[in-house]
């Protein structure tokens, strides 16, 4: 696969990765679904570990930009550069081995298996052992899986949820299901990860809290978050850049400070003011 | 809040084990009534049948239960693994002395050309969902039940010899036909003893089992519970679903030799869709996923029959009712509902019994 040069810097890349390649450089990215242009000329660059946000009232399609990110939807015009390779015409599953994971705004969980089980199933690609090892148990199979386990328990240490490691998934309470997608997400081992209101649902104790967890994940494991989120204290409070999206189209792009004061995101949000 | 609810695929070491000395105990029974002289021969007959049933019903628990698509053409993947056998059969028994090893090599023989059919029909089977794929499954069944029934086979000095549609054959003097078309194989060695027939179960029962427990058990697991979030942390659907599916028809396939060579003629009409759906009965009243529900439910409704013959006439009505008796009464939820009750009083029962008589020596 040839590794494409990124274009020059357009949007708010932090100073410390300024020098650096970028991790994600999307480029005119649209699409339409029939006649409606639900994403429309998109550009975003995003540094290599920077926590980013993507903001904008209902509707204004930040999940469809996510879902063209990680290749559930193909673009119908412009182009997506992950860490330098283009993303286009790739399976889910192998942009995922590129290294971006995600969570989802309705939760997908595997609501059947164990919380352990589900990280499990994150890591699945990065479990070495034949199929041979584990039909016959061999030492690899064992050594491999604990292996496995051990790193399992260790992500989930980050939200302290080691002691729900035997629950059902889906008999988790709402606040833990989300944290669960994010560690099922980090045990992919990705570059990028993709985070759609990971705070829904959340109190602000909770929210705050997860704020913290979200800026350690990124100091801990070096990686780059775009997050979508409507609660502005956790958008402000931890996004060094800011995408305002609004029907298809970026609005604004700047820091937490700039778009506060944006009239244009004021506009979008609140509506113009009568004369 | 709830703990983990009690897995219904039976993964903890426990559950397994008593699936296993299921298995083993059945067995043993069997073989005390044997030695007794009170087995009576129509169950005699029905023994090998029992096991390949099961066999069946496993392998489809596969795709139906653990991969969660629905196949209506499993007959298919028995015949094929039947008619293999067959043949592998009658071309080895000259060279081959022994009984369990002529049928170790046809189970094999069986299960590889299933499965690799198996393989060919998935990729382009597998592509579609829900009814759309039991409806182009099962018109593969079909298919390649009417293959084999215009399908002539010979064996000869020279080799082996195939015609399609009509017997032109051309034999030498010393040749002798293995498959005739709708007539179907005759004269065949019934190598399938019992105890191959309750191996093969307990093979599939290991097999099933360690791919629940590696990590491409636990990717088809995930994928039947949420494909979208499977495929979002990495796993290639389309390629674990063709994996399923054809170790699926592997299995099924073994089940198909194990079945034919139990009878000394057999024809593809016998592998139609009534035998697709009596696997997918097996497997639904078993439960779906559960490995030891399916054994179960495939191991009683086969000898059913048979235990009714003695109604005459009204033996196929009786087994219907019966098994609508059950369908209903195991989905009921008030008596499900009342059963867990139940076992965990007796659980209760049995710890306060426990705790007293220790009391009692304290």
């Known amino acids: 696969m040839e590794r494409l040069v990124p274009t020059p810097s357009l949007g708010v890349i932090p100073e410390r990765d300024s020098d650096k390649p970028l991790i994600l450089d999307i480029h005119g990215l649209g699409i339409d679904f029939g006649g409606l242009h639900a994403v429309e000329d998109f550009t975003l660059l995003i540094g290599r570990t920077e926590i980013a946000g993507l903001i904008g009232p209902n509707g204004a399609g930040k999940t469809t930009v996510f879902n063209l990110i990680t290749s559930v939807y193909q673009p119908t015009r412009g182009v997506i550069l992950f860490d330098g390779y283009d993303t286009r015409g790739k399976r889910p599953d192998e942009v995922c081995r590129m290294g971006i994971a995600r969570t989802f705004q309705n939760i997908r969980l595997f609501k059947d298996m164990s919380v352990l089980d589900n990280v499990l199933v994150g890591m699945h690609n990065h479990i070495p052992y034949s199929m041979l090892s584990a039909f016959l148990h061999l030492p690899s199979y064992h050594r491999k899986e604990k292996e496995a386990r051990d790193k399992a328990m260790d992500l989930l240490g980050i939200f302290d949820m080691q002691n729900m490691a035997k629950w059902q998934a889906g008999s988790l309470p709402y606040g833990a299901q989300r944290r669960l997608e994010i560690v099922r997400a980090l045990a992919t081992e990705p570059k990028l990860l993709l985070l759609d209101e990971p705070a829904a649902g959340m109190n602000p104790a909770e929210t705050a809290e997860l704020m913290e967890n979200i800026r350690s994940i990124r100091d801990r494991f070096g990686i780059a978050i775009l997050l979508i989120e409507h609660d502005m204290s956790l958008v402000m409070g931890i996004c060094e850049g800011i995408a305002v999206l609004n029907y298809g189209k970026i609005i604004a792009k700047g820091s937490p400070e700039q778009i506060k004061n944006n009239p244009t995101v004021i506009e979008a949000y609140l509506g113009k003011q009568e004369a | 809040m709830e703990r983990i609810k009690k897995f219904h695929l039976g993964k903890t070491r426990r559950e397994k084990l008593i699936t296993f000395g299921l298995v083993l105990v ?337």
């Open chain 2, 26 to 362: 059945f067995f043993g029974f069997i073989e005390i009534l044997q030695a007794t002289g009170n087995l009576s021969n129509l169950l005699k007959g029905q023994l090998v049948p029992i096991c390949a049933y099961v066999v069946m019903a496993l392998s489809l628990n596969l795709t139906v239960g653990i991969l969660g698509e629905l196949s209506l053409g499993h007959a298919g993947f028995v015949s094929i693994g039947a008619f293999t056998g067959i043949v592998i059969a009658q071309v080895l028994r000259p060279a081959i002395e022994s009984n369990g090893l002529l049928l170790l090599i046809a189970l094999a023989g069986g299960g590889i050309a299933a499965g690799l059919i198996g393989f060919l029909i998935g990729i382009p089977v597998l592509r579609l969902r829900g009814d759309y794929l039991a409806i182009v499954t099962l018109a593969f069944g079909e298919i390649i039940k009417s293959l084999i029934n215009n399908l002539y086979i010979g064996l000869d000095s020279k080799g082996l010899h195939f015609s399609f549609i009509n017997d032109n054959l051309r034999l030498l003097e010393d040749g002798k036909k293995i498959l005739s078309g709708p007539l179907g194989a005759n004269g065949l060695p019934r190598i399938s003893s019992f105890i191959g027939g309750i191996l093969l179960v307990l093979f599939t029962l290991y097999f099933l089992y360690r791919l629940l427990g590696s990590r491409l058990g636990r990717a088809i697991l995930a994928m039947r519970d949420n494909a979208i979030a499977a495929e979002s942390v990495g796993i290639n659907i389309t390629r674990y679903k063709l994996t399923a599916f054809t170790m699926s028809a592997f299995i099924a396939g073994m089940a198909g030799t194990l079945f034919a060579l139990s009878f000394s003629s057999v024809n593809a009409s016998k592998f139609n869709v009534d035998m697709s759906i009596l696997i997918l009965v097996f497997v639904v009243l078993g439960g779906l996923g559960n490995l030891r529900g399916s054994i179960i439910a495939a191991g009683l409704l086969t000898v059913l029959p048979e235990l009714l013959r003695s109604l005459r006439d009204y033996r196929m009505l009786a087994y219907s009712v019966i098994l609508i008796a059950i369908m209903l009464v195991t989905n009921n939820q008030i008596l499900v509902h009342w059963w867990t009750q139940r076992k965990k009083d007796l659980k209760g029962l049995f710890t306060r019994l426990r705790k007293s008589k220790q009391g009692g020596e304290g």
